[in-house]
């Protein structure tokens, strides 16, 4: 009963959140559903539509997040201490290169900008992840075996080892474990698969959780082969029904991760189940305790958290901008010659569907066809100047229209920022200045961003990964012998409190 309480008692909090993010939820797959541009209906004649939702995405991302950022450790106090110099140097090396090998990294940022500038928020979370592998076993006849003890400050287990020999002296025991490698995964969070608590502002936040689709296989390895066949494969991966005409997959169970603040535990639980799947103690240990930073906002206010997508601040003139787009298509189409001829003289037809450059057409009965006026009385066209003069009035509201959203998302910086040949340095170095007024807000938005993640990726090296994985992840026997003399120190000070003795950035 008290299980089922626990459970009952995150699913109300999951619930609050559910009501509180519909709408934007809701907002948002439309807005999703325009950038792809799903709404139109290939086999219908539709009207024609300007995707301004788009072009403004596409220019605003590598405006703001160009490429991969790296990671700067210094110092956090400018002392002359060789042994932190080091430390630092191994933090920086360490991140590079889980940042440049490891892929996920590269993909996640990209999808969280992305969502940053369509629904307004996006989220990435950090995690521990090592691989084992069997130990080989020992030469000359020897056997290690293993003792299980309390676990140690890494949150693994102290072992004792015994070495017994063959021949019938040692007991046959089960092959022992090692990490063949570790790594800190940074992992993207579908804006439909994360949540939190609902507060006002993030600092008020004391719950986050992401749900994850896990296959039999994966539930079994993570909860044991009891507590998985309890968990029915009755979700997948949500995704619009709209992007694809496949059914969708039930072949996996939604879990959610839940991390907890005030009481400084984590839980897994399904909906499916009524009981708590998992619970554990702070196991990443980290100095804000939740596993993820700060979601990458866009428009928001102090008194909620759910944010104000871009495209809401401009859709009235977008949608203005569709029916200039559809009165163009309209008009472009009627821009034809058209008209009537004398039925008489069957040849002015071929005036205009055989002409070519300096080539005569003749005429039969030239005296009668000249008496009637010749060619301007037997053939009058359909005038055009009217509508091309409309056209002409289209585009130019359209250009007033697009300017207007430029204004609203700040592209027109980017235009304004623009230098020709000819202007002198002080002319761009103002262009510059003023172009530069909103977008480097957003650029110091996604520096924050990454730098949260680099802090939470460095705290799990630090605190998580063996000291033989550090040093070989930055390259250590590459480094000077006297600061290689100063490794075994600087590993020390690395476990404890990285956030405190180093800037990372």
């Known amino acids: ?35 792809r541009d799903d709404n139109r209906n290939a086999n219908t004649n539709e009207t024609a539509k300007f995707n301004i939702l788009w072009s403004n995405v596409q220019t605003l991302i590598p405006s703001v997040y160009a490429r991969l950022p790296k990671a700067d450790v210094a110092r956090r106090f400018g002392d002359n201490d060789p042994v932190a110099r080091v430390a630092s140097q191994l933090i920086e090396r360490a991140l590079d290169f ?62 004792k080892t015994a070495m017994t020999m063959d021949g019938g002296l040692g007991e046959e025991v089960e092959p022992q474990e090692e990490i063949e490698y570790e790594c800190a995964p940074t992992d993207y969070v579908h804006w439909k698969d994360f949540g939190h608590s609902v507060a006002r502002t993030w600092e008020e936040v004391t719950s986050v959780w992401r749900w994850v689709y896990m296959t039999k296989e994966s539930l079994a390895e993570r909860f044991g082969e009891d507590e998985a066949k309890k968990i029915p494969l009755d979700a997948g991966p949500e995704t619009n029904k709209q992007y694809s005409t496949q059914n969708k997959d039930f072949t996996r169970a939604k879990i959610c991760e ?30 804000n305790f939740f596993p ?26 977008a949608t203005d901008l569709d029916i200039l787009t559809d009165r163009i298509d309209g008009l472009v189409k009627a821009l034809r ?4 001829y004398d ?102 938005d996604v520096a924050l961003f990454a730098s949260e993640l680099f802090q939470l990726k460095a705290q799990v090296i630090c605190t998580k990964f063996q000291p033989s994985t550090i040093l070989q992840y930055a390259a250590a026997s590459a480094m000077q012998p006297a600061d290689q003399a100063l490794i075994p120190q600087a590993l020390m000070l690395l476990q404890d409190k990285p956030l405190r003795s180093f800037r990372i950035q």
């Not at 709408?23 to 950038?35: Q, S």
Request: glycine share 6%; net charge negative.
């Open 343 to 444: 039925a008489s003289q069957p040849t002015l037809q071929r005036l205009l569907t055989e002409g070519d450059n300096n080539t005569l057409i003749p005429v039969d009965k030239w005296m009668a066809f000249s008496e009637k006026g010749g060619l301007k009385g037997s053939i009058d066209l359909l005038p055009i100047d009217v509508m091309a003069a409309t056209l002409m009035q289209c585009y130019r509201a359209m250009n007033e229209i697009k300017a207007q959203i430029y204004e609203i998302t700040g592209i027109s910086d980017i235009i304004r920022g623009q230098g020709a040949a000819s202007e002198t340095a002080t002319a761009q170095q103002i262009k510059g200045q003023y172009a530069g007024l909103r977008l480097r807000s957003m650029q110091e």
């Open 258 to 287: 839940l991390w907890d603040k005030e009481s400084g535990k984590v839980y897994w639980l399904s909906k499916s189940c009524p009981d708590i799947l998992d619970e554990r103690e702070d196991p990443l240990e980290l100095e």
């Open 337 to 340: 010659v058209r008209g009537v």
């Open 292 to 317: 993820c930073a700060k979601p990458l906002y866009a428009t928001m206010t102090s008194d909620t958290l759910v944010p104000v997508p871009d495209f809401v601040l401009y859709q009235d003139q």
């Open 1 to 35: 009963m008290e299980a089922l309480t626990g459970v009952q008692k995150w699913l109300n909090v999951i619930s609050q959140y559910d009501n509180e993010f519909k709408k934007w939820e809701a907002r948002t797959t439309k807005i999703v559903k325009r950038y």
């Open 98 to 159: 889980e940042i440049e090998h490891y892929t996920d990294f590269r993909s996640t940022m990209k999808h969280a900008v992305e969502d940053r500038f369509l629904g307004g928020r996006g989220v990435a979370w950090v995690r521990y992840e090592p691989h084992v592998r069997a130990q080989d076993e020992p030469e000359d006849g020897f056997q290690i075996t293993e003792d299980v003890d309390e676990p140690d400050e890494r949150g693994g287990q102290q072992v």
